[in-house]
Each structure stands twice: as structure tokens, then as C-alpha cells.
């Protein structure tokens, strides 16, 4: 996977006709396809055939077919509906499930990882590494359109400040539905590319839920009521996940346009490994739940007092496993789907800028036609999570992207 993951899809090419370009394309994809191959034959017969199996299936059937214990199914099985509202017996879940576990901290294969100082850290240390390098970044600058020639090329972009900030090449790492049809108008984009994007999957089941506790949480399974912080504090926590049939219905729920009854949650404790987020004594736990749909039937998200119920529901769950969690709590910061789109520009609240379903990946992402960065302004690229190989951690796309941009620039240098 990894040789996907770094490549570029072998898309066709649309801005550049010379035959020097033509043959060097045809070239590149001609390596691509080769290399491919190559990986192919390794893997023989039997083990592609298992590969294709796992990209195919529902996540309930690879699971059942290499574990015996529900909760152990169930547990791995959350991996799988990270992010989304797809079921675990959803064909090509399967996918999912791989995309969440086949990435690697220091060389060791499904290892999570804290950052220190928390995830704004990584944004940090890329930008202090950018500015050394001599880049200029603007903070609190919000873009609102999209600069575009007569020629249908690129030159720059207008804050809403009404700045003019102008260049021959842009990057977005916005989601495309933000890119195409919040900063760029209609007519500068072909109907099909523009129906595509429109009808691109957005739906999110996630809300997060930021808590701040007076103590560490105490789990009766783990025996005598200790204060301090041990090792069972420092992994992945899964509440409410003993079984598939428990995430199927919670999934249920929420197709059904209500929040699910019993919420699958996964809770991380990051202060038990990083001192510098918390005060002593204090711990920040951090809740990835779900399901929650955009709009739920039965109420809205923009209501307090619907919103303060789903949270307590979570927290009085959590205390079926951890006695005392609700009233540890001091105060707690509550993202629903629409909160992040508002507050982070995730279309539908999607955390990975779009469905990762096998019809929303490599030459279909985002767009069947356009998957390989550019798009159909010439000069604007697309860096984020919604182009190949989709969202996480991993920096992939933007990496990709720079790539791309870099080689048009050099053979464009007079832009």
C-alpha cells in the first residue's frame, strides 16, 4: 500500500498538449503500471485474492473470518466507521479498516501516537520549518473568492478584508466542495466536473466531545480504585463497543435520523502521557463519538438543551464503566457535525473531506477525471484530504501535491 499511498494516480492529462509532455506522461504511467505489476506478482495468487477480499468485504465478514471473540471484533471493527456514516456491513468497509491501521510511527507498523503540546503541535512545527525555509504565512485571513483570468488560469486570491493576494499558482487543502462551489463561480468550471463535486458523499456521523476532569478516569475492570494515571490510561478506550450487533444498532439509529442510544465512543487521555496540556492533577479526555447525523429528526444541534443531552447520555455511559466519570467533570467543549463544518470548513462534518468508500477513492477522488491534483483551473491545485490517498494523519496528499506543482512550475516557470 504504500507505493499507492505516495504515487500519484496516473490521471490523463488536461491542461498540456505538446508531444514532449505527452510522451513524458505516457512514460510515467507506463512506470506506474509496471511497478504495480510488480507488486502484484510478489503477493502471488493467494494473498492478491485475500488483498482484493479485504478491499471488497463488509468489515463484519473480514472480521468474522480471522476472529472468534465478539469483543475483540468489535473493538478493531471501530476502525472502520472512524469518521463516517457507513455501517460495518456496508460493502468495502473492509477498506476502511486497512486505511486506519497500516500506518507506522518510527517504523512500527499500527502504532498510534500523542504529539505533545496536542495535535495544533504538528501544524506548528510544519510552519516553523515553512517560515525557516522562507515562506511568508498570514494567519486569521480568510479567503473568499478565487481569483480567475479571462484565460481560465489562476491569479491568486481575494480575502475578505478585500486583499488581493496575487500568484500564478494556488494550493487548496479546503475540502472540494468548499474549493468549486464556495470560492470559484460556476461558469469557470465544466458542468460534469461541477455535478461530480456536488454529489460527492459529505455525510459524518461524528461528534467530539473535549472534556476536562478533576481526576483520572477509574475503570472498575481494572480492579483497585488507583488515582494515578497507568498504562490503561494511555491506549485507545472503547466504550459501548462489546459487540458488532451494539455498533450495527447504533448505526441503525442514526439512519433512522436520531442520534444513536447507545453511542459508540472511542476515548483517548492524552494528559496521561503529556503533562504540558493539563494542570497537576487535572486530565483532558478527548471523545470521538458516534453516530450522529447532520440533522437529526427528532431536534436540532443549534438547541443547548438537546445538545447538553446527548452529551450527558455519553458521559452517563461512561459511567457504567467508569464510576464517578460525570461527576469528575469540570467542564467539557462539544463538536457536532454542523460545528465542524462551521468552525473547521468540513463539508457535512467530515473529517476526511469526503466518504472513503472504494467509489470515492484513487482515480475517483475527487472527481472521476481529476485525481491527479490539478484541477480544471489551470495553476489551482488541491492538497487536502479530499484528493488521493484521503484523510489521516500521514500528510500524503499534500506531499503528492507539492510534487505535481513543483514539476508543472519548473516546465511553466514563465507563469
Known sequence: MDFVLDSQAPETLHWDSSFTYWMRDKLEKSVFWARCLRHIMVLGQKDMVNFMDLLLSPTSKVLNKWFESDILKAVLAGDAIVGSMASIHTPGSGYVLLHHVMGETDGDRNVWSHVEGGMGSVSTAISNAAIE????????????????????????????????????????????????????????????????????????GTTKINVAVDKVPWFHCCGSNNTEAGPQHTATI???SESMDNIGSACQDARNGLPSKRPVMEMTIPSSLDKTISPPGKHVVSLFTQYTPYKPSDGSWENPTY???????????????????????????????????????????????????????????????????RTPVRGL???????????????????NAARITLRDFKKHHSW
Open 133 to 204: 525555509a522562507g515562506a511568508s504565512i498570514m494567519k486569521n485571513a480568510e479567503v473568499s473568492q478565487l481569483m480567475i483570468g479571462n484565460s481560465g488560469t489562476i491569479e491568486g486570491v481575494l480575502l475578505a478584508d478585500g486583499t488581493r493576494v496575487c500568484s500564478s499558482i494556488v494550493l487548496s487543502n479546503a475540502t472540494p466542495h468548499r474549493t468549486f462551489l464556495g470560492l470559484i463561480p460556476r461558469d469557470a468550471l465544466p458542468e460534469d466536473f461541477l455535478r461530480a463535486i456536488e454529489k460527492s458523499d459529505y455525510n459524518s
Open 238 to 240: 472503547h466504550i459501548c
Open 307 to 373: 445538545r447538553e443531552a446527548y452529551a450527558k447520555r455519553c458521559f452517563s455511559l461512561i459511567d457504567e464503566y467508569a464510576p464517578g466519570f460525570s461527576s469528575s467533570i469540570i467542564g467539557y467543549d462539544m463538536l457536532t457535525p454542523p460545528d465542524l463544518e462551521r468552525e473547521f470548513g468540513l463539508t457535512g462534518g467530515n473529517i476526511f473531506h469526503g466518504a472513503t468508500g472504494l467509489d470515492s477513492l484513487f482515480f475517483m477522488r475527487p472527481a472521476k477525471g481529476w485525481s491527479g491534483y
Open 381 to 399: 491545485y488541491l492538497c487536502g484530504s479530499g484528493t488521493h490517498p484521503g484523510g489521516g494523519v500521514m500528510a500524503a496528499p499534500g506531499r
